[in-house]
């Protein structure tokens, strides 16, 4: 009969000698993680400063492919720090394969995330720097910084900092203020009865071909929309560029009003409009 002290001395030697194996393997495999994290650190820096330098990649799927390199070094360096301490990559994947497919379940939302955010990387409804409109039950709009796998960074128009997760952006439609050439404008003009419509018409024209930031085509539109007991209302439509058309909402109102007075012709009115959705002649 053994011992308890011969099975203890064994129990030593044992653990001795899987520690003498384990623990440089282990060591081995913290280095290899360790250099796997500093190698995908740098291979995303240079794999951002590649795409920006090259000016072939559109700036919208920049991050998401600055990420995918990053994670695929990642996932290398974890196979191959788990090889050093003797677990065996193909049962591994197996396993991991198995866990994907639960984690998968668990993680629906976030899996939608993801998809989503492909679609949108490759339909690319808008892109970094447009400013967007979601029409949602909870509506948002800002400024696209960032289009990532999960979510997008945007920027409110007050400066606000909102994280969107990709489903809520696909799902539901989406306005995009800065993706066509011009934006319109419009706004109408009340005269008291009587008044020299032609003559306010070249004044409100000529006051709109002076605003910065209008469009030469489509040209600007001047016309008699309404003729009420002699009083007459014209209406105004210019088209102007993304990045003016809130500059030119704000000034072109004021500036025909001056305009008008300089030209001794009052204006009973002077209402800035928005032609619905319905009305063709917004495009035509």
Request: aromatic share 6%; with cysteine.
């Amino acid at each position: 009969m053994t011992s308890v002290p011969n099975a203890f001395d064994r129990l030593y030697e044992f653990g001795w000698a899987a520690a003498e194996v384990l623990v440089p393997r282990l060591i081995l495999a913290l280095l290899v993680l360790g250099a796997g994290a500093i190698i995908a650190r740098w291979v995303a820096d240079a794999v951002s400063v590649a795409l920006a330098r090259t000016g072939s990649v559109d700036p919208t799927a920049r991050p998401a492919l600055v990420a995918a390199a990053r994670y695929g070094v990642l996932v290398i360096a974890i196979v191959a720090a788990l090889s050093q301490i003797g677990v065996q990559t193909a049962s591994l994947l197996a396993a991991l394969g198995a866990a994907g497919l639960a984690i998968g379940l668990a993680l629906q939302g976030t899996l939608a995330n993801i998809a989503a955010g492909i679609m949108l990387l490759w339909l690319r409804p808008f892109q970094v720097g447009d400013y967007i409109e979601i029409v949602s039950a909870t509506p948002f709009a800002g400024k696209v910084r960032e289009i990532g796998l999960f979510a997008c960074q945007i920027e409110t128009y007050d400066g606000l900092f909102l994280f969107a997760p990709n489903s809520t952006i696909w799902a539901v439609p989406l306005r995009n203020h800065s993706r066509n050439a011009g934006r319109l404008v419009s706004f109408n003009v009340g005269f008291a009865p009587g008044a020299d419509l032609s003559r306010a018409c070249a004044v409100l024209s000529d006051a709109i071909a002076r605003q910065p930031g209008v469009l030469k085509a489509p040209p600007p539109e001047v016309f008699l929309a309404n003729l009420n007991a002699g009083a007459p209302l014209a209406t105004c439509r210019l088209w102007a560029a993304p990045d003016r058309v809130g500059a030119v909402q704000r000034a072109i109102v004021q500036d025909a009003h001056i305009a008008l007075d300089e030209a001794g012709m009052q204006p009973t009115e002077v209402v800035r409009t928005i032609p619905p959705e319905t009305d063709p002649s917004r495009l035509l």
